[in-house]
């Protein structure tokens, strides 16, 4: 069953095409991995599911429904979180506080509920405090909740991202670039932990990702564009020995290279 659909979508700025009429499928429950050269639009496209760009042409469908032009606000309810390649943390505040924000689309207590310490109120405050302190420990982060969110190491602060992005009970998850920046051993631990939010949680993943270790490690599909263009598309095997993949990523010479290397 296809839980995302992007069909036709276009998103320029002035006259740079950066997304250019992409067609992309990601099944339920798959982990999914959009690829390509740095500048080659992915983080664009993140940006036109999650409501932060209109797109100018073209659908984009969450098990049917369109979402292209609604708000962020209005498409998180809906079942879609992410991550950011730049890591963005309310970086003074908690571990846990994080969290907390991260569910606000769940919560349903109001004004006068907090100020006049409602049941409501109570009730939300107890339960939202308790899942946030499970998806401390989901992520690995167990016992840091009270730190601030600045003072974690590099790893933790990507996880706690990670977990702020669940706090809201995503179908679907966009993870941008998770892995950057981190050394084997954690790159190895968010590795783990990707394959068990599609295995424990059933989450989707959508995956941008520059590590082909990871890529080629727990994707099932691969999509890779180039200057906005989808120019390859297939299981990570098919992918990597595509010519205009080789060609995007090491230039046509290098290209040529290997395939008469190959051949010899």
């Known amino acids: 069953m296809t839980l995302l659909a992007a069909k036709g979508v276009t998103k320029s700025f002035g006259g740079l095409v950066a997304v250019s009429k992409l067609d ?86 109001n004004v006068p509920d907090v100020l006049l310490h409602t049941p409501r109120f109570f009730r939300e ?7 946030a302190n499970r998806l401390l420990r989901y992520v690995g982060l167990e016992g840091h909740g009270d730190l601030l969110a600045r003072n974690l190491p590099y790893g933790d602060q990507r996880r706690l991202e990670i977990g702020r992005a669940l706090a809201s009970h995503p179908s679907l998850l966009l993870l941008d670039e998770p892995t950057a920046g981190m050394n084997p051993r954690e790159t190895a631990e968010t590795m ?13 993943i959508l995956l941008i990702e520059h590590d082909m270790r990871v890529v080629m490690g727990i994707s099932e599909r691969v999509t890779v564009l ?35 290397a190959a051949e010899a």
């Open 24 to 109: 992309l499928a990601v099944e339920e429950r798959s982990i999914t991995s959009i690829i390509g050269p740095n500048g080659a639009g992915k983080t664009t496209f993140f940006n036109c599911v999650t409501g932060y760009f209109k797109p100018e042409e073209g659908e984009i469908l969450l098990q049917g429904r369109p979402i292209q032009g609604m708000s962020p606000d209005r498409i998180t309810p809906l079942g879609i979180s992410r991550t950011y390649q730049n890591i963005r943390l309310f970086a003074n505040m908690t571990a846990i506080e994080n969290i907390l924000v991260g569910q606000h689309t769940r919560l349903h207590a």
């Open 192 to 204: 783990a932990l990707i394959q068990r939010l599609r295995g424990e949680m059933g989450i989707t």
């Open 125 to 131: 405050e107890t339960e939202s405090k308790a899942e």
């Open 226 to 260: 180039d200057h906005g263009v989808k120019i390859s598309e297939g299981t990570p095997e098919e992918v990597q020995r595509d010519r205009r993949v080789i060609e995007a990523y090491l230039g046509r010479g290098a290209a040529s290279g290997l395939a008469a």
